[in-house]
């Protein structure tokens, strides 16, 4: 470390003396610009500063058009044109938006929030373009409640004995979700299924989803990571918010079993992670999963 | 000239930051004056999603609880108690306490050779890994 720096200030003198022989002012810039790398405290602070990346497009207008004797339209952002593009063919504009894809890895470079494989996934289905309008209504970005049907079930309706519906939820974790998220808008309580028999009605179960993604929310943020991501939250679900903390915090290069220390061999392998399995594998299989939605954040819509 | 003097400080400064080893790269750092340890409870209840070990602004059972501790904990080092707290960093970088006794020296009970080395994760969080 202190090899570097010492290095780094022998470099500083030579640039500084040879510009200020030609010209005084520069030298002095060349200063101020170095200075940020030279004193450790800036550098350090500089370093602990996270690069915000703007997801997605701001808040977008929702039009709909509104005639006497013509029915309501409303146009849902990210759901699939219906009207064709004006080549001729009769295709359709994909939906997706533009923008970054957010897979670098990285957990850093998050995409827009409209466009991701999971969302497009989820809006094929009959009730998609619903749930990503109860997703917006709650605050939460679309494509964290299209990853977790995709992942959990295919955004597929599948019935058994413990978990069930398109996002695999548990009886427990299914009240707690309702609850959730008619604490932040009660108005969804008319879309809503009551009793049990609501897991298998993907709109109702979108919405218990939706809330129980909001509680990993607050417990990842309680627990210090500012705004989780997608994969932040698959830890919490798969292993719990203490080992989802602390997947969140691991070097890639860490294996699953070192950054999850109280967790036996016995049970990492009953969840499906292999002896020696680093940390950027499991993210990766996630990302196999998910695709780009892996590195959005859940907040926002 | 002025303009030109300052794009020519930048360009400057920006190449002696992309020189630097491990900051163009985006590899995490190491955290000195730091160590790992990690939360005193079973297998069962690290897992239990209704599980929280709170840790608190101050070294006192009536400072407020400002959050929750994971699994793994980053402690200053020499760890010391103060009031029967131990001060650790949170992911976000905040100094925070946490019950001593709710600590226990790291040791994966899945990987018994792991190491844990507190770092500073390229995307800024606080965190660890093998290398330190």
């Not at chain 1, 299924?193 to 897991?199: H, I, Q, T």
């Not at chain 2, 905040?94 to 899945?110: C, E, F, K, N, T």
Request: charge should be negative; glycine fraction near 14%.
């Amino acid at each position: 470390m202190n090899g570097w720096l010492v290095a780094l200030s022998r470099a500083k003198e030579v640039v500084e003396v040879s510009l200020r022989r030609r010209r005084p002012g520069l030298g002095t810039l060349v200063t101020a610009a170095a200075t940020g790398c030279f004193a450790p405290e800036l550098c350090v602070s500089a370093l602990g500063q996270v690069p915000q990346t703007l997801n997605g497009p701001p808040v977008q207008v929702q039009p709909y058009v509104s005639e006497p004797g013509v029915p309501m339209i409303t146009i849902a952002p990210g759901t699939l044109n219906t009207f064709p593009i004006g080549d001729g063919s009769g295709t359709g504009g994909d939906g997706a938006g533009t923008g970054g894809d957010g897979s670098d890895g990285d957990g850093t470079g998050a995409g827009t929030r409209s466009n991701s494989e999971a969302l497009t996934t989820m809006l094929g289905t009959t009730w998609g373009a619903t749930a990503v309008a109860n997703a917006q209504a709650l605050g939460l970005n679309p494509s964290a409640l299209a990853a977790t049907c995709v992942i959990e079930s295919g955004c597929q309706n599948l019935s058994g004995s413990g978990a069930q519906g398109v996002f695999q939820m548990y009886p427990a974790a299914f009240q707690e979700g309702i609850q959730t998220a008619l604490s932040i808008d009660p108005s969804l309580a008319s879309q809503i299924v009551s009793g049990d028999a609501g897991r298998m009605d993907p709109v109702t179960e979108s919405i218990a989803a939706a809330g129980y993604q909001l509680q990993a929310v607050d417990a990842l943020q309680n627990a210090g990571i500012a705004n989780p991501t997608i994969l932040d939250t698959r830890g919490f679900y798969n292993f719990g918010p203490a080992n989802g903390v602390a997947l969140a915090t691991a070097d890639p290069s860490e294996t699953m079993a070192a950054a999850m220390p109280n967790v036996s061999a016995a049970t990492l392998a009953k969840n499906g992670v292999t002896p020696g399995e680093t940390v950027g594998q499991w993210q990766a299989s996630i990302r196999a999963k998910i695709g780009n939605a892996a590195s959005q954040t859940v907040l926002g819509v | 000239m002025r303009t030109r003097e300052a794009w020519v400080g930048f360009l400057i400064g920006i190449l002696i930051v992309g020189s630097v080893p491990g900051i163009a790269a985006g590899q995490a750092k190491p955290l000195p004056g730091y160590r790992c340890m990690m939360l005193n409870l079973s297998e069962q209840q690290s897992m239990d999603p209704s599980k929280r070990v709170p840790v608190r602004a101050a070294p006192s059972m009536s400072a407020p609880t400002v959050g929750w501790a994971g699994a793994v904990v980053v402690v200053r080092e020499p760890v010391t108690s103060v009031n029967g707290f131990v001060q650790m960093l949170f992911p976000d970088g905040r100094q925070v306490w946490i019950a001593s006794d709710m600590l226990r020296p790291y040791h994966s009970l899945g990987d018994p050779n792991a190491k844990c080395m507190p770092e500073i994760l390229p995307n800024g969080r606080i965190g660890f890994g093998s290398h330190g």
